[in-house]
């Protein structure tokens, strides 16, 4: 069972170093425990302005207030170690720290930046080239067939949404394949 102080020893951990703590991988299921018993505590005692009821309010405030500063704290060094991955690749021993959650979310951040730059790539490429690009929502299965560039695209699926080359959209657009988005 979590306890007070082994929460504000995290946080004080958590505050003083760089990396990720290493914290109990049950540890938010410990903290929700940690906080109805106090809850339990607070309302099953009919005297409310008991020195003891009193203590336990403040515990419960000051708890809440210091596991919501401990996962602020954790998001901003999980942000930082997605740049520092999207750049020079992950650290086994920063994504060992990670709670299941955290981990979850670092991957679907470090995605979401992945995708952006290759965005960026695509577009400063683009207009270097003169390319332009067209999202379609394909409306009939297209098989495999060969670029203007002589790469191989396809094959892509009724529904599937791509961006292609304008004149590769405009010929799929005339064969009734896809429409623009």
Same mark, same amino acid.
């Given at each position: 069972m979590?306890?007070? #102080?082994?929460?504000?020893? $995290?946080?004080? %951990? +958590?505050?003083? /170093?760089?990396?990720?703590?290493? &914290?109990? =991988?049950?540890?938010?299921?410990? $903290?929700?425990?940690?906080?109805?018993?106090? %809850?339990?505590? =607070?309302?099953?005692?009919? *005297? $409310? $302005? /008991? *020195?003891? =009821?009193?203590? +336990?309010?403040?515990?419960?405030?000051? /708890?809440?207030?210091?596991?919501? #500063?401990? =996962?602020?704290?954790? %998001?901003?060094?999980?942000?930082n170690l997605v740049f520092i991955a999207n750049e020079t690749g992950v650290m086994k021993k920063d994504f +060992? *720290?990670? &709670?299941?959650? +955290?981990k979850d979310l670092f991957e679907q951040i470090l995605m979401s930046v992945e995708q952006t730059d290759k965005l960026v790539s695509t577009l400063l490429l683009n207009g270097a080239t003169g390319l332009q690009e067209v999202l379609l929502l394909i409306t009939d299965d297209v098989e495999p067939f060969v670029g203007m560039g002589g790469e191989s695209l396809g094959p892509y699926k009724k529904g599937d949404s791509v961006r292609l080359d304008k004149r590769i959209a405009d010929i799929l657009i005339g064969g009734n394949k896809a429409i623009s988005l």
């Open positions: 979590l306890r007070y #102080e082994d929460l504000y020893e $995290f946080l004080r %951990k +958590e505050k003083s /170093s760089e990396g990720l703590q290493k &914290l109990p =991988i049950e540890f938010v299921k410990n $903290f929700s425990e940690f906080i109805h018993e106090h %809850k339990r505590n =607070i309302t099953r005692n009919g *005297d $409310f $302005f /008991s *020195d003891e =009821i009193m203590k +336990e309010k403040k515990q419960y405030e000051n /708890s809440m207030t210091m596991f919501k #500063e401990l =996962i602020l704290r954790r %998001k901003k060094k999980l942000l +060992e *720290d990670m &709670l299941s959650f +955290e």
